[in-house]
């Protein structure tokens, strides 16, 4: 596609429940992020992928999330058990490169709120 | 990790007026880049302008300029003649060079006045 496509775009959740974020990057791009924005702040890195390789998850802040990227296009974010922390914005990027000289291309993320 | 720090939550500009965002980071690194991107209530990031930490010449796309003093880690976006378009927030990030992370700062939030 000709950018990074994220559903869905607002979603809300009860405590507890488990929510999946979906992430089309654009097409070809070896490398996707994960970041996490909360309110009023810059965002967090999550988690990246290089193809369907996970790398780097070293930014998932528990257990209970969980991200794949099996044949190394879409991308799901997987949150169990939410809790009222989880509630942000949830962006994807991708990028051609390994090394982004030129930054990322970003979704418009996903809102959760988790109530 | 490096730490991106963008002390001014606020700024606010007169429509054809300048504004000038304040940003300073923390790394022990001698090459890497660092960006400065616009995100408005669409939420997408945009990537407004970027400055590789090896050249000195300071980066301009058309009404953005940055001002980066690599001694004293500073990089300083201005907006020249602000349009109403302008408004977003605008964030710092920072990315090692054999590093492929962004670091992001807090933000600063820009509104402009008709």
């Known amino acids: 596609g000709a950018g990074v496509s994220q559903s869905p775009r607002y979603k809300v959740a009860k405590r507890g429940q488990d929510v999946a974020l979906r992430c089309d990057p654009i097409?070809?791009?070896?490398?996707l992020f994960w970041y996490q924005q909360a309110l009023g702040q810059g965002p967090e890195f999550l988690t990246y992928f290089q193809n369907e390789a996970q790398l780097d998850k070293s930014g998932l802040p528990s257990d209970r999330f969980f991200a794949e990227r099996p044949e190394g296009s879409v991308s799901t974010l997987k949150i169990q058990r939410t809790q009222q922390e989880d509630s942000a914005v949830y962006l994807c990027?991708?990028?051609?490169?390994?090394?982004?000289?030129?930054?990322?291309?970003f979704g418009s993320g996903t809102r959760l709120t988790v109530v | 990790a490096q730490t991106v720090t963008q002390s001014q939550p606020e700024m606010s500009v007169q429509e054809a007026e300048t504004v000038t965002l304040s940003c300073t980071y923390d790394?022990?690194?001698?090459?890497?880049?660092l960006f400065w991107y616009k995100q408005p209530p669409s939420r997408q990031m945009i990537l407004v302008i970027r400055q590789e930490a090896y050249k000195q010449q300071n980066a301009t796309e058309n009404r953005f300029s940055v001002n980066f003093q690599k001694a004293a880690k500073s990089f300083s976006l201005k907006i020249s003649d602000s349009q109403l378009g302008d408004a977003a927030m605008y964030f710092c990030?920072?990315?090692?060079?054999?590093?492929?992370?962004?670091?992001f700062g807090a933000g600063t939030t820009v509104t402009v006045r008709a």
């Open positions: 990030a920072y990315r090692d060079t054999n590093d492929y992370k962004l670091s």
């Open positions: 097409s070809g791009h070896v490398s």
């Open positions: 790394t022990s690194e001698s090459d890497y880049y």
């Open positions: 990027a991708s990028s051609s490169q390994i090394y982004p000289n030129y930054g990322y291309t």
